[in-house]
């Protein structure tokens, strides 16, 4: 049998289905298998073009900037196809390139995207409110990014070595409410530290945290809140 032709459209996410018009006004060829690379959308984002085989190709990595082919091994393609032909020749391309395939359905996708971008988007958001609490003590930026990035890249290589719930470390993880609250005093009762806080101490919990000083750890994150955010709005 001849092999079929792939075409990817590697356009940003609000382009997707406009070029799926444009690629069907064109009168693609027959048995012509064209894929999207989002992770936010599902196949109906290739509607246009649904009278053939569709699909979808999301490598779970960053990629600001161009990176080496390396970048692909052992990370996972999230795919998903109209056909089975197209699924199976999806994730024979996804090992093709060291990646490990997952089949992530239009009804998964909202869920999976928004997991990645806590594990992306999310991660860079939390130092940068560490940059900027450094620099309020006079740090360089730059001086800031080079201090806490090789605590980062030290966290990760942690959770690929331990998972999420033997890599937790700190003041939450130990139930050292006295640290939170001091915390939470010179952030001015920072919201974003407060909720992360509270997440964490669900996996310290997980993880074993006496269930006392989990309790105290709680109030700490808790205490006051109703009260900050009445001054706030004044």
């Known amino acids: 049998m001849p092999r079929q032709g792939l075409l ?30 989002s992770g936010a959308l599902g196949l109906d984002a290739l509607e246009p073009l649904d009278d053939g085989p569709i699909g979808s190709f999301h ?9 080496e082919p390396e970048a692909w091994r052992g990370i996972t393609v999230a795919v998903d196809a109209s056909t089975p032909a197209l699924l199976a020749q999806l994730k024979r391309l996804a090992r093709g390139v060291g990646a490990k395939p997952k089949h992530v359905t239009d009804d998964q996708r909202v ?22 609490l450094l620099e309020e003590l006079g740090w360089e930026r730059a001086e800031a990014e080079a201090a806490l990035v090789p605590l980062v890249e030290g966290v990760v290589a942690n959770l690929g070595r331990q998972g999420v719930v033997k890599a937790l ?20 009762n920072s919201d974003l530290y407060r ?8 996996i310290a919990r997980e993880a074993g945290l006496d ?15 109703a009260a900050t955010r009445r001054r706030r709005g004044r």
């Open 111 to 132: 869920l999976y995207h928004a997991a990645a971008v806590f594990a992306s988007n999310y991660v860079i958001a939390s130092v940068a409110e560490g940059v900027r």
């Open 211 to 225: 269930p006392a000083a989990a309790e105290r750890t709680r109030r700490a994150l808790t205490r006051n809140v």
């Open 8 to 37: 990817f459209l590697a356009v940003p996410d609000a382009a997707v289905h406009g070029m799926a018009a444009r690629v069907a006004g064109l009168g693609p060829p027959p048995g012509l298998s064209v894929v999207h690379v």
């Open 169 to 188: 470390s700190g003041p939450i993880r130990r139930g050292d409410s006295a640290t939170v609250s001091r915390h939470l005093t010179d952030l001015n």
């Open 195 to 202: 909720m992360l806080g509270l997440v964490a101490l669900g």
């Open 59 to 67: 490598p779970l990595q960053s990629f600001s900037a161009p990176r």
